[in-house]
């Protein structure tokens, strides 16, 4: 399955599986998506009550963040493969304000180091696993986060691991990036979703804008 981002610099995803395209923008209508997206991967049981407030938490998160960043769009997934549910989201967008200074150049390893240097000094979230990653057609800087998330069902509560993976991207030619953040709440199985979304962001090509 193939997706572009909405708005320039047009970055590409070849997703695999089947994933459920949302504009967070229009409220009413993606929160109606994520509930049947949540009943097609939990199904309507009772005994799956927790489950299914668990996946809506991390789905509507992942739609909330999306509207907050400005993003035009938030891609869900609905399974990798048929039969295997895989809750995890992917959103693209061009943060405001994120251009590297005129001295930086237009290098993408220029872009990338100056970025993490940048993070570094911030203290941004995360920026101790910043990590360079370099696909065929794209140069990025990655970032891992874990949160600890309680979810509560009735008199039922349970922690979850909520993991969220950025991709910053520097745009062939130009001192600006693009994020894609890949997030998931199989936090447990940090390793295994990492490798996942690096298979996705190493794929990634920019196209004509």
């Known amino acids: 399955m193939t997706i572009e981002a909405p708005a320039p610099p047009r970055l590409s995803f070849q997703l695999p599986g089947r994933w459920l395209t949302v504009d967070p923008r229009d409220e009413p209508a993606a929160t109606a998506q994520v509930e049947l997206a949540v009943a097609e991967l939990v199904g309507v049981a009772d005994d799956a009550a927790l489950a299914r407030r668990r996946l809506r ?29 895989t809750p995890a989201s992917l959103t693209i967008h061009a943060p405001s304000g994120m251009r590297m200074s005129p ?43 874990l949160y600890e998330e309680e979810v509560a069902e009735d008199d039922r509560i349970a922690t979850a691991t909520r993991l969220e993976v950025q991709y910053w991207y520097a745009v062939p030619g130009s001192k600006q990036v693009v994020l894609a953040s890949c997030a998931t709440p199989l936090g447990e199985l940090r390793r295994a979703m990492t ?8 794929a990634a090509a920019f196209g004509p804008q």
């Open 57 to 85: 938490a991390h789905l509507q998160h992942a739609v909330d963040a999306a509207r907050d960043a400005g993003a035009h769009a938030v891609f869900l997934c609905l399974e990798l493969s048929p039969g295997v549910a």
């Open 103 to 145: 001295a930086v150049g237009t290098d993408a390893d220029a872009v990338l180091e100056v970025l993490r240097r940048s993070f570094v000094q911030l203290g941004y979230p995360g920026v101790e696993t910043a990590t360079r990653l370099d696909g065929p057609r794209a140069r990025m800087l990655r970032i891992e986060r």
């Open 195 to 202: 490798a996942l979304f690096d298979q996705i962001a190493l």
